[in-house]
């Protein structure tokens, strides 16, 4: 039921039950707010969004209040305005004063408020914290010295990815925000996905840096540092500097890597199809097998999914996919087959990931991806660092001329970008499995994929004599809840889950450019989708890449040094684990 309330004496229309703070935006009145997360049930934590309501002794909360029939709201009093400013006052009596080198410097939610706030002067002094950062993780950093206790993180990680690797301790004035028993995140459950960064509103939490050494290396002539892209970075980089499919961003940014030095540039999209395919021939084994799988494939290319699975549900350890992400693989092949080809040492070559995810620092940290001292994966820069990178030798990506990534690894399919969204992997590999088990003579491909990002989807396609179930689910949350659906009911018609912890997939990684809400993930998914369209191939298998790669030293699907190269391996983390 809609009605009326008075807002800075104009009427405006609203719905029952709905919160203040949620009509007075859509009307376009500013709010300001700290802990308040669009989803997520109001906490009143920040009180920065209170408002004065007549006939209420003290200022309303307008995130926690639902609107009332009469109501008569002021949002720009003297009143408000001053306690508003007070709130942010206090919040800097004790905040470090690091803003000219803080890596949130001009993205700081706090400093922005400061300035809307008309904030000139320090008029509170209070005891600096005296807390040490953090830098124990391989992905995620910590400086607990900056935390305004918003509990934004604490609740992204607990509601959302289910793992409470953070939480509020002590109590009082002393109440802060760290990992359990006072530990660092290394020894925490914290599975790298990167949302309690993407969250938080300064630079309390921030992903390990990488820009360093990988400047480092370009500086040494005795590396050849190779960069690989992926697709997903592409969509990001267009969306973040306003350019558009058709500006061929991919060329830009390969032009930009070589001015930096970069002795390759590769696009990793090529590494997505040959993950794609593997994927499917597997698939299509268990499919094809006289023995029945008693769960169906999940997939494992995240691994923030990977490390949830391997401390948090050891029963579904054996249904992970044993493919080696693309970001694995194609480092696997620059050196090993690359290099050898090439006459190049592996100790010479310096590859770097540009990746839309924290979590891929910690995957390319593990000693399972390291060999005889060899990383295969030497840095992992996010897109937030790619930038970085630019910035620091003075480039501007927009106008720079446009330059084709190096070959062999240089042309992407259509099944490359759909790794970039949720849903999008479940499609390729759903494609690639009919096209090795259908009659084409007989048969047509379709696959309807959902029209929003959130929640769980799922599809049954035809495939020859067999009907087989795809599903797609986006968040830890999302797939803990689905995981253990088809635990409880053992449902047999379903064979493969796609699952990304991020909520829209690596749309909305932890490594993109810094969010509140999913509108910029969704412009990253249009994006890969038109650049579906201008694909030369629009199967994984169709690109000659793939075939050159199987090709390549007997480098067969079934072979041994397939097995070695492009395979994972995954084991239960007796530690640890989520009791009931």
């Not at 949302?195 to 290396?217: E, G, N, R, S, Y």
């Not at 267009?238 to 030095?261: D, F, W």
């Amino acid at each position: 039921m809609e009605f009326q309330i008075e807002v800075n004496n104009k009427l405006i229309n609203v719905r029952e039950g709905e919160t203040l703070l949620s009509a007075l935006r859509e009307h376009g009145f500013k709010i300001p707010t700290l802990c308040h997360m669009n989803r997520f049930s109001p906490s009143g934590a920040c009180r920065l969004c209170v408002v004065e309501v007549e006939g209420t002794r003290d200022l309303v909360t307008s995130c926690s209040s639902t609107v009332q029939k009469g109501m008569k709201v002021r949002t720009n009093s003297q009143r408000v305005i001053r306690a508003r400013k007070a709130l942010v006052e206090l919040l800097l009596s004790n905040h470090p004063d690091d803003c000219l080198y803080c890596q949130r410097n001009g993205h700081c939610e706090l400093q922005w408020l400061a300035g809307e706030m008309n904030v000139k002067e320090r008029k509170y002094f209070a005891r600096k914290n005296a807390f040490f950062p953090d830098y124990s993780s391989s992905s995620v950093a910590r400086d607990p010295a900056k935390c305004i206790l918003c509990s934004r993180c604490v609740r992204i990680c607990e509601e959302v990815q289910l793992v409470t690797a953070i939480d509020f301790i002590s109590r009082g004035n002393q109440t802060r925000v760290n990992s359990a028993f006072n530990k660092g995140l290394n020894v925490s459950d914290c599975i790298h996905c990167g949302q309690c960064i993407q969250v938080c509103p300064t630079a309390a939490l921030l992903d390990i840096p990488h820009v360093d050494k990988v400047q480092a290396a370009l500086g040494k002539k005795d590396r050849q540092v190779m960069f690989f892209i992926s697709p997903s970075v592409v969509a990001s980089v267009a969306e973040k500097s306003g350019m558009k499919p058709r500006q061929n961003v991919m060329h830009r940014i390969v032009a930009a890597l070589r001015r930096c030095g970069a002795a390759k540039v590769f696009d990793l999209g090529a590494a997505n199809d040959i993950h794609v395919l593997q994927e499917a021939r597997m698939l299509a084994e268990r499919l094809q097998s006289d023995v029945a799988s008693p769960s169906p494939m999940i997939s494992s290319c995240c691994p923030s999914l990977v490390r949830y699975v391997e401390e948090f549900r050891p029963q579904s350890v054996s249904a992970l996919s044993l493919n080696k992400s693309p970001q694995q693989t194609l480092a696997t092949l620059l050196k090993t087959i690359y290099a050898q080809h090439n006459g190049i040492e592996q100790e010479e070559i310096f590859t770097v990931a540009v990746m839309p995810c924290v979590a891929k620092k910690y995957e390319a940290s593990l000693e399972k991806n390291t060999h005889k001292g060899v990383s295969e994966v030497d840095a992992v820069l996010t897109v937030r660092e790619f930038f970085q990178l630019l910035r620091g030798f003075g480039l501007d990506l927009p106008h720079m001329e446009e330059e084709a990534p190096d070959e062999p690894y240089n042309t992407p399919s259509a099944a490359a970008w759909k790794l970039g969204y949720s849903g999008g992997k479940a499609e390729a590999v759903a494609h690639e499995v009919f096209n090795m088990m259908a009659n084409p003579r007989k048969d047509s491909f379709k696959f309807n994929l959902p029209k929003n990002m959130t929640g769980k989807r799922e599809i049954k396609i035809n495939i020859g004599k067999k009907k087989v179930g795809f599903a797609w689910v986006s968040s830890i949350a999302e797939a803990e809840s689905y995981l253990k659906q088809l635990d409880d009911q053992q449902r047999d018609d379903i064979h493969y889950v796609e699952v990304m912890a991020c909520l829209g997939g690596c749309a909305g990684g932890g490594g993109q450019p810094i969010s509140r809400g999913f509108e910029d993930a969704r412009a990253r998914k249009r994006f890969c989708i038109e650049m579906e369209k201008n694909s030369p191939f629009e199967t994984a298998g169709e690109n000659p890449i793939v075939q050159s790669v199987f090709k390549a030293d007997k480098l067969a699907p079934d072979n041994d040094l397939a097995l070695e190269w492009l395979n994972n391996r995954f084991k239960e983390q007796k530690d640890h684990g989520r009791k009931e």
